[in-house]
T-cell receptor, first 115, second 110 residues
Framework: DAGVTQSPTHLIKTRGQQVTLRCSPK?????VSWYQQALGQGPQFIFQ???????QRGNFPDRFSGHQFPNYSSELNVNALLLGDSALYLC??????????????FGPGTRLTVL | DAKTTQPNSMESNEEEPVHLPCNHS???????IHWYRQLPSQGPEYVIH???SNVNNRMASLAIAEDRKSSTLILHRATLRDAAVYYC???????????FGTGTKLQVIP
């Protein structure tokens, strides 16, 4: 079992550009959550996807959007990048028939740098 | 979301027990208490969770106060691998929106 995988591992963009980050959940999981972690801070919840729908959302602008595919993988899209979007973006998965929704498994993250 | 208060940092000697406190006085009656930890340069890792009763698993124990306004994560024998930032997180039910605070940075001294 590969666990939660994310791609790419690192990414450099310039202000105003758009970026897409990808996440494959742990095998058997059906729920994917995305977090933003600035340097020295705890992760901040962006949103959560279940059954291909956004179920919950944190305090992030509409520039942040996502998608979940039928195979439960997910994408995070950020438009009109700002310098402040530079952070580690974490994906976490949970749930499914043989797993608990109470335990989230996190991927290693994608480090996004906006210049 | 319930607010939490944790010490910014704590130290422990290797192979000694560690008690990590957390205050969550505004927790609602249906919120679970989750603990995650984050080792350097890694994503967070689930440690334990509970609702009202004390809980044990292979990693740690969770002691929850009777009024549920505080909890304590107990590592029975700290190892160097336990050096991490520990997050106490009251979590609403349903789809498990998890809101991390600033956590406690645990340093384990050999």
């Amino acid at each position: 079992d590969a666990g939660v995988t994310q791609s790419p591992t690192h990414l450099i963009k310039t202000r105003g550009q758009q970026v897409t980050l990808r996440c494959s959940p742990k095998s058997g999981h059906d729920t994917v959550s995305w977090y933003q972690q600035a340097l020295g801070q705890g992760p901040q919840f962006i949103f959560q996807y279940y059954e291909e729908e956004e179920r919950q959302r944190g305090n992030f602008p509409d520039r942040f959007s996502g998608h979940q595919f039928p195979n439960y993988s997910s994408e995070l899209n950020v438009n009109a990048l700002l310098l402040g979007d530079s952070a580690l973006y974490l994906c976490a998965s949970s749930g499914g028939r043989q797993s608990s929704y109470n335990e989230q498994f996190f991927g290693p993250g994608t480090r996004l740098t906006v210049l | 979301d319930a607010k939490t208060t944790q010490p910014n940092s704590m130290e422990s000697n290797e192979e000694e027990p560690v008690h990590l406190p957390c205050n969550h006085s505004t927790i609602s009656g249906t919120d679970y208490i989750h603990w995650y930890r984050q080792l350097p340069s890694q994503g967070p890792e689930y440690v334990i969770h509970g609702l009202t009763s004390n809980v044990n698993n292979r990693m740690a124990s969770l002691a929850i106060a009777e009024d549920r306004k505080s909890s304590t994560l107990i590592l029975h024998r700290a190892t160097l691998r336990d050096a991490a930032v520990y997050y106490c997180i009251p979590t609403s039910g349903g789809y498990q929106k998890v809101t991390f605070g600033t956590g406690t940075k645990l340093q384990v001294i050999p």
